[in-house]
């Protein structure tokens, strides 16, 4: 009786290996895209949104962090070359999903800088507010070129 029990027992199980699946997945990340090592970026009006302005694909640095959307996802890194990793719409700042239209196309004039100046600047402008004063300054001068000294300069 215990050999028919036993057998039993081993055929249940040998039934439910066979049956079993196998899943493999490959994540081999998005692709790379080379810019210098202290890229250009400028600041998207009306935003604290960055962008690198001598690359054509959307990389922008907000709060600290590298965003990039790939293929209908949002990935963040801690660099501007990775490595990224995904992040939920839900976690994406919402600022990022609203960029204004045409935000590429900037004004004569607007300024560029370059990515250590924006690292370490960041948190201080956004706290200042330092892009919209200079902007109600832009609107006030009629538009002309702001010849004040760089952010962060003195």
Do not use: C
Not at 68 to 80: C, T, V
């Amino acid at each position: 009786m215990k050999r028919i029990f036993l057998f039993l027992l081993l055929t249940a199980t040998m039934g439910s290996l066979a049956r079993s699946e196998v899943n493999v997945n490959i994540n081999v990340g998005i692709p790379v895209v080379k810019v210098s090592s202290d890229p250009v970026m400028t600041v998207i009006p009306g935003t604290y949104i960055y962008f690198i302005t001598e690359s054509s694909e959307d990389i922008f640095f907000y709060q600290g962090y590298w965003w990039r959307p790939y293929k209908g996802r949002w990935h963040r890194a801690n660099g501007f070359n990775g490595p990224w990793v995904f992040v939920k719409s839900g976690r994406v700042p919402p600022g990022m999903l609203k960029l204004p239209s045409g935000w590429r196309k900037l004004p004569p004039g607007h300024p560029t800088l370059k990515h250590s100046m924006v690292k370490s600047s960041w948190k201080q402008w956004e706290k200042e507010k330092h892009w919209d004063k200079k902007a109600q300054k832009n609107d006030s001068d009629g538009g002309k070129k702001n010849k004040t000294k760089s952010p962060g300069k003195k």
